[in-house]
């Protein structure tokens, strides 16, 4: 089956998956580096609603499954907000480490797996309590945890050496290795089934597959330039990574780990993206202008906001803008 073929299938299985959902998506969270808040956009007006104060320099948002919390970690202020999202409010900041990269939520909600990027490590925290339970040495500059379906398994990937660290769940012990994943690992995603993981790596413009199971690289390939964010389509059937510097998103068929489609024009320095309940809009965050204090290598962009792509129109739909620094996309299911 050629590429066209690929994406004619694509865009079926979103047209009907789009028929059988009543709505998108009741709001998509954005956390933004400069205001240090997290803005809340309406998913069906795309009309920005509320924004949360938070700890300073958001980096990620996360929801617990049952929907009732939601997570932030805070590059500069080194720790993690618990939010109510109904009341849209921070209830609780909780420390962690120096620059706090990501919070992963386990699959059972009983877990919090929190990034410290700056000490090569993670953390593991209690949910309930918010208590830390157990500090977990991976590898160079964590970025990010997914946790396996099952929640068996937890994979973290290690910037600063193109690898993941493999955690079990049951010991919170490190008993794995993925290396040659690629340079600068930005951002990862795991199948509905578990089966097959995503890692984009900015830094040789790639993107690697792993198998789950025998936990090694079974594809790789190339999309655009400094690919970041990536996330599934609700069936898990492909992958959609966001190129910062091509101002592109890829579609990568999961199971042959090709291209199937590249759509252009996203906007200036797209970053990190989610996509709606319904397969058929994905968001994507345009970042800011670098300011003093990030490093030197961050990317720079100057029309900071959030671009609407319609997948099976390929193209983008419409664009908030948030000004500020936006950075992690988060759908509220």
């Known amino acids: ?19 059988a959902t009543d709505g998108q998506c009741a709001e998509v969270w954005v956390g933004n580096q400069r205001t240090s808040t997290v803005q809340v956009i309406d998913g069906e007006s795309f009309a920005l609603i509320a ?55 386990s699959p059972d909600d009983r877990w919090l797996v929190v990034a410290v990027r700056g000490e090569d490590r993670v953390i593991v925290y209690d949910a309930g309590s918010l208590q830390p ?40 012990e490190l008993v794995g290795r993925v290396p040659d994943v690629g340079g600068w690992t930005g951002a990862l995603a795991i199948t509905p089934d578990g089966k097959r993981l995503i890692v984009t790596a900015g830094a040789g413009d790639t993107y690697a597959l792993i198998d789950t199971d025998a936990d090694r690289v079974v594809a790789t390939g190339s999309s655009g330039k400094s690919p970041h964010g990536v996330a599934l389509t609700p069936d898990g059937a492909h992958a959609l990574v966001v190129n910062s510097l091509s101002n592109d998103l890829s579609v990568i068929d999961m ?27 994905a ?51």
């Open 133 to 172: 339970v157990k500090s977990i040495p991976v590898g160079k500059n964590p970025g990010m945890t997914v946790f396996t379906p099952d929640g068996t398994k937890a994979y973290v990937n290690n910037a600063g050496e193109a690898s993941l660290s493999v955690i079990d769940v049951g010991r919170f």
């Open 255 to 281: 199971s042959t780990g090709m291209v199937v489609e590249t759509i252009a024009e996203i906007g200036d320095k797209p970053t990190f993206i989610d996509v709606s309940p319904n397969g058929r809009y």
């Open 283 to 333: 968001f994507v965050s345009l970042i800011g202008e670098r300011a003093a204090g990030d490093p030197p290598n961050r990317l720079s962009g100057h029309s900071p906001g959030l671009a609407v792509v319609d997948l099976v129109q390929r193209k983008v739909i419409h664009t908030v803008v948030l000004g500020g620094d936006p950075l992690s996309v988060t759908v509220r299911r």
């Open 1 to 19: 089956m050629g590429n066209a073929a690929r994406w004619a299938a694509f865009a079926a299985s979103i047209l009907i998956a789009w028929t």
């Open 51 to 105: 924004e949360i104060e938070v700890g300073q320099k958001p980096h990620n948002v996360v929801f617990s499954k049952n929907g009732e919390s939601a997570y932030v970690a805070n590059l500069r202020s080194g720790n993690f907000n618990l939010v109510d999202p109904d009341a849209r409010r921070a209830i609780r900041t909780v420390a962690a480490g120096k620059v706090t990269h990501h919070v992963a939520v």
